[in-house]
């Protein structure tokens, strides 16, 4: 069983950070892509960034056009833990940011949203002009 709980969510002003936090319940020696999605209101669940590794033998990143440069993926094993660092906020960042994981055979980057069976619960980004 895999179980994803998001953190780190809020209000900040235009320009400010924040960092998301998804504590998974992993295992060890597995390939697994975890990723980043949103959904504003009104509008369609859409792709922000995702990570995925292979047994920890490798590692690769992607991020949607609009958050590239400004958002940044990571991971620390020893947490079992997936971050989503956020800089330079703006306000058309404000959605419910949700991270969710996928076994992949290796390393493999996922961008729909339906080729994750396992979603956390989401947590609110608010972000002010």
């Known amino acids: 069983q895999v179980q994803l709980a998001e953190s780190g969510g809020g209000l900040v002003q235009a320009g400010g950070s924040l960092r998301l936090s998804c504590a998974a319940s992993?295992?060890?020696?597995?390939?697994?892509?975890m990723g980043w999605f949103r959904q504003a209101p009104g509008k369609e669940r859409e792709f922000v960034a995702a990570?995925?590794?292979?047994?920890?033998?490798?590692?690769?990143?992607s991020y949607a056009d609009s958050v590239k440069g400004r958002f940044t993926v990571s991971k620390d094993n020893a947490k079992n833990t997936v971050y989503l660092q956020m800089n330079s906020l703006k306000p058309e960042d404000t959605a419910v940011y949700y991270c969710?994981?996928?076994?992949?055979?290796?390393?493999?980057?996922?961008?729909?949203?339906?080729?994750?069976?396992?979603w956390g619960q989401g947590t609110q980004v608010t972000v002010s002009s």
């Open positions: 969710a994981a996928a076994f992949t055979t290796g390393v493999a980057i996922l961008r729909r949203h339906d080729e994750y069976p396992y």
């Open positions: 992993l295992r060890t020696g597995r390939s697994y892509a």
């Open positions: 990570i995925s590794w292979s047994a920890g033998v490798a590692t690769t990143t």
